[in-house]
């Protein structure tokens, strides 16, 4: 008789999301906590985006503040709010850069679609 092999089965949504909302939980899955991370900097350019057009803020200063509330906040979740080691996901710069350039994107198109809505008539 053979003995039937549980296979783990993925963690779902919710769950992950109920884990990041939490503070210091333990992240098993490196790979899911920098999904994590990344999902988090594409939620934050969709809202800084639509701030940033209502407002409406423009140039550069809209951009430099933008890269310094996406890259200070998100390292700030990760190893004050999540106590996680950066060194256990590559460093420091290895969690800054975790879906920085396709946040960044999503942002720029973000805050010009609303700009352009809320200033255009």
Same mark, same amino acid.
């Given at each position: 008789m053979q003995k039937k092999v549980k296979t783990a089965r993925p963690p779902s949504f919710i769950s992950i999301v109920i884990k990041a909302?939490?503070?210091? #939980?333990?992240?098993?899955d490196k790979d899911q906590f920098m999904d994590v991370i990344h999902?988090?900097?594409q939620l934050l350019a969709v809202?800084?985006?639509f701030v940033w057009g209502v407002l409406p803020l423009h140039g550069i200063v809209g951009l430099l503040l933008?890269? +310094?509330?996406? /890259?200070? /906040?998100i390292y700030?979740? +990760?190893t004050v709010y999540q106590? #996680?080691?950066?060194?256990?996901? /590559?460093?420091a710069w290895?969690? $800054?850069?975790e879906g920085m350039l396709t946040s960044? +994107? $999503?942002f720029v198109v973000n805050w010009i679609l609303w700009y352009t809505a809320c200033n255009y008539g």
């Open positions: 909302i939490r503070p210091r #939980q333990t992240w098993d999902w988090l900097r809202i800084l985006g933008f890269l +310094a509330i996406n /890259g200070v /906040g700030l979740y +990760a106590a #996680q080691d950066e060194e256990d996901y /590559g460093g290895d969690v $800054f850069k960044s +994107a $999503f």
